[in-house]
């Protein structure tokens, strides 16, 4: 059974890099199978796709947040990574990472969802 | 790229049958049959339901059900249960390996 963790600093200060971790276990995040996403979520809010990674060469970001955002894999630590730079009170939500399916068009398991709140 | 629309709310009583509606646009929900719905209870994970329009995952109910109509997606659940009281999520596929979800629907078993 394919499980997913994120973690990472709970609360960001305003102009700096929020960074967040995806522990991935049960399957190898290399197994090129699956894509690996982002997705977020504001209090009381929808969900945001952030954007996902095949590999660190293949990526795509949701055209809105794309200047700001990166998103990594190591495969060592069957781990993929976001990074969000020059975050604002507006980047204040759950970040939830996700696995993509048999096919890339769904998210099929997710992690548990971390809290980052931006404020100084 | 603007969110899907869904209703705010919904509501049935155990038994009956419900329907939220996802309304997209031509580049979105009109153009592809790649919609999933998602449910989420209160402080947990987004659960997959639908995904490819109407096809289920193995151990979903088969009380829920996916259509498409134009640019509108719909999520039916049928014989509602209190279990079944959570916010549902549309999402669609948005061309240019893109996603775009929906505003959430907060289903309200009477």
């Known amino acids: 059974q394919v499980q997913l963790q994120e973690s990472g600093p709970g609360l960001v200060k305003p102009s700096q890099t929020l960074s967040l971790t995806c522990t991935v276990s049960?399957?190898?995040?290399?197994?090129?199978?699956?894509?690996w996403s982002w997705i977020r979520q504001p209090a009381g809010k929808g969900l945001e796709w952030i954007g996902r990674?095949?590999?660190?060469?293949?990526?795509n970001y949701n055209p809105s947040l794309k200047s700001r955002v990166t998103i990594s894999v190591d495969t060592s630590k069957n781990q993929f990574s976001l990074k969000l730079s020059s975050v604002t009170a507006a980047d204040t939500a759950v970040y939830y990472c996700a696995r993509s399916g048999s096919s890339p068009y769904f998210f099929d398991y997710w992690g548990q969802g971390t809290l980052v709140t931006v404020s100084s | 790229q603007s969110a899907l629309t869904q209703p705010a709310s919904v509501s049935g009583s155990p038994g009956q049958s419900i329907t939220i509606s996802c309304t997209g646009t031509s580049s979105d929900v009109g153009s592809y049959n790649l919609v999933s719905w998602y449910q989420q209870h209160p402080g947990k994970a987004p659960k997959l339901m639908i995904y490819e329009g109407s096809r289920r995952p193995s151990g979903v109910s088969n009380r829920f059900s996916g259509s498409k109509s134009g640019n509108t997606a719909s999520l039916t659940i049928s014989g509602l249960q209190a279990e079944d009281e959570a916010d549902y999520y549309c999402c669609s596929y948005a061309g240019s390996y893109t996603w775009v979800f929906g505003g959430g629907t907060e289903l309200t078993v009477l």
């Open positions: 049960g399957g190898s995040i290399s197994s090129g199978s699956h894509y």
């Open positions: 990674t095949y590999t660190s060469v293949s990526t």
